[in-house]
C-alpha cells in the first residue's frame, strides 16, 4: 500500500477464470501478462480473484459468492479499479459495476488504455481513438453517468430514451469522422511506402517487449523509444539502413500480443500495412520468456490474418545475456525434465533446428553475436535485390567481417 502512495499507481485487483477452453496453468499465464498490462498503464496490482467455472457468467463473469468476496476486499482496501481477463459484455460490466461500485476495466479496455497513452503521433491518436470509440458504442449506458435515467420504471420514462440515442448518435458519427480521416492519411502513407524506391524492405515484427526498438536502434544506429514496458512503440518507424555497402529500408511496427482486441487490428491496418508491403521479416522472439512458444504461435496467428504468413522470415530469438534454464537435479527422481530446464545449445538442437538456417540467437543489448546476425540479413537482403535486379549482383558481393 506504501508503494502505491510512493508512485501514486493506482490500486488494481485482477480477476481470471479457469475454464473448459482455459486451463489453470494458462489462467496464471495470462494473469501474469494481464498484471505487466495493468503496471504499464499506470496500476499496482494488490490481489488475484480467480475461480474454475464451465464458462464465464453471463451475468457478472464470476459467480455469487466469489463475487462478494471480490466486494469486500474492493471496499477493504479502497480498491479504485478490478480488472478482468477476458473482454466483458456491456451487460456483464453494467451489472458488475453495480455491485463492486469502482471502475471495472476488461483486458481489451486495458490494451487500449495503454494505447492510448502510448500514441505519440496524431495518426496513432486517430487509430486509437477509433477503436476506442467503437468500444465504448454498445457501452454507453454502463459508461456514462448521465444516462441514469434509462434504468426505465417509474418517473424513468421518457426524456432518457431521446438522451441514449442522441449520445449514440453523437458517437456514430465521430465513427463516420475518424473512419474517413484514417482513410485519407492511409492514402497519403500508401504514397510515401510508393515514393521509396525499389530499395528492399524490412519488418521487425513480434510480440510485445521483446527488443524490437532495441534491436532497430542497434542496426540502424537511430534513437527508437525503447522501454521495458509493454508497447513502448506505437507509431512504425522505417529507417534506411546500411550493411557493407547494401542499403535496404528496416521498420519498427507495433509488438503484437494475445487476445488482441479487434478493434486494434481494424484501426491499425496502415500500420499493418507496413508488414504486408515487407520483403523479408525479422520475428523478433524474447527466448528468455518462459512461454516464448506460445508468443510465436500468436504472431503467426496475426500474421497469418493479415495474410502476411508466407514471407520469408528469419528468426530473431533475442535476450540470450537474460536466458536463465530452471535448475534440475538428476538425483530427484520426483522432477521431470521438460523443455524448461534446456540449456540455449538444446533448443537449438529441437525444432530451431529444422528451420534451414533461418534462425539466429543475440542480445541486442549486449550485441551478443551481433556480426553473425548482421551478415545473416545481408545475405537474405542481397538475395532478394540480386534477384529483383539481377544486374547489380557484382555491387554487392559475399559478405565479409566488419563492412
Not at 456514462?144 to 438522451?163: A, D, F, N, V, Y
Not at 491496418?269 to 504486408?276: A, F, I
Not at 496467428?301 to 536466458?323: C, G, R, W
Request: negative net charge; glycine residues 4%; charged residues 30%.
Amino acid at each position: 500500500m506504501l508503494e502505491a502512495e510512493k508512485t501514486n499507481y493506482e490500486k488494481c485487483v485482477l480477476i481470471g477464470l479457469v475454464t473448459r477452453s482455459q486451463n489453470e496453468e494458462k489462467m496464471i499465464e495470462y494473469l501474469d501478462e494481464l498484471e505487466f498490462l495493468a503496471y504499464t498503464a499506470g496500476g499496482q496490482v494488490l490481489k488475484r480473484f480467480t475461480q474454475k467455472l464451465e464458462k464465464p457468467n453471463p451475468k457478472t463473469f464470476i459467480g455469487t459468492g466469489k463475487m462478494e468476496d471480490v466486494a469486500a476486499y474492493v471496499e477493504q482496501h479502497e480498491v479504485g479499479t478490478v480488472i478482468f481477463d477476458d473482454e466483458l459484455t456491456p451487460a456483464q460490466q453494467k451489472n458488475i459495476e453495480r455491485i463492486l461500485r469502482c471502475k471495472i476495466v476488461d483486458r481489451t479496455y486495458l490494451i487500449l488504455d495503454i494505447f492510448a497513452q502510448r500514441a505519440q503521433t496524431s495518426y496513432a491518436r486517430t487509430q486509437v481513438e477509433l477503436a476506442q470509440y467503437e468500444y465504448l458504442l454498445p457501452r454507453l449506458v454502463g459508461l456514462w453517468t448521465h444516462l441514469e435515467r434509462q434504468r426505465g420504471g417509474i418517473g424513468m420514462r421518457g426524456p432518457g430514451e431521446t438522451e441514449i440515442e442522441t449520445d449514440r448518435r453523437i458517437v456514430r458519427d465521430r465513427i463516420s469522422l475518424l473512419k474517413k480521416k484514417i482513410l485519407t492519411i492511409d492514402k497519403q502513407m500508401a504514397t510515401q511506402r510508393g515514393n521509396r524506391g525499389a530499395l528492399v524492405r524490412v519488418a521487425l515484427v513480434g510480440y510485445t517487449n521483446v527488443g524490437k526498438s532495441t534491436l532497430m536502434n542497434t542496426l540502424s544506429k537511430s534513437e527508437v523509444f525503447a522501454e521495458n514496458k509493454l508497447f513502448a512503440t506505437l507509431d512504425t518507424t522505417v529507417r534506411k539502413v546500411v550493411i557493407g555497402n547494401l542499403p535496404f529500408l528496416l521498420s519498427d511496427t507495433v509488438g503484437f500480443i494475445r487476445k488482441l482486441p479487434t478493434q486494434l487490428v481494424d484501426s491499425f491496418k496502415s500500420t499493418l500495412d507496413e508488414v504486408r508491403e515487407a520483403d523479408l521479416l525479422l520475428h523478433v522472439v524474447d527466448i528468455s520468456h518462459p512461454q516464448f512458444e506460445d508468443h510465436i504461435a500468436s504472431v503467426n496467428q496475426i500474421l497469418d490474418e493479415i495474410k502476411s504468413a508466407d514471407k520469408p522470415v528469419l528468426m530473431v530469438f533475442n535476450k540470450i545475456d537474460a536466458y536463465q534454464p530452471e535448475a534440475y537435479d538428476e538425483e530427484d527422481l520426483m522432477i521431470e525434465r521438460t523443455m524448461a530446464h534446456y540449456s540455449l545449445d538444446e533448443w537449438k538442437q529441437t525444432w530451431m533446428a529444422r528451420t534451414n538456417g533461418d534462425s539466429i540467437f543475440i542480445s541486442a543489448l549486449n550485441k551478443d553475436n551481433f556480426e553473425v546476425f548482421r551478415k545473416k540479413v545481408y545475405e537474405r537482403v542481397r538475395e532478394i535485390h540480386v534477384t529483383r535486379f539481377p544486374y547489380n549482383s557484382f555491387l554487392y558481393p559475399e559478405y565479409e567481417e566488419g563492412i
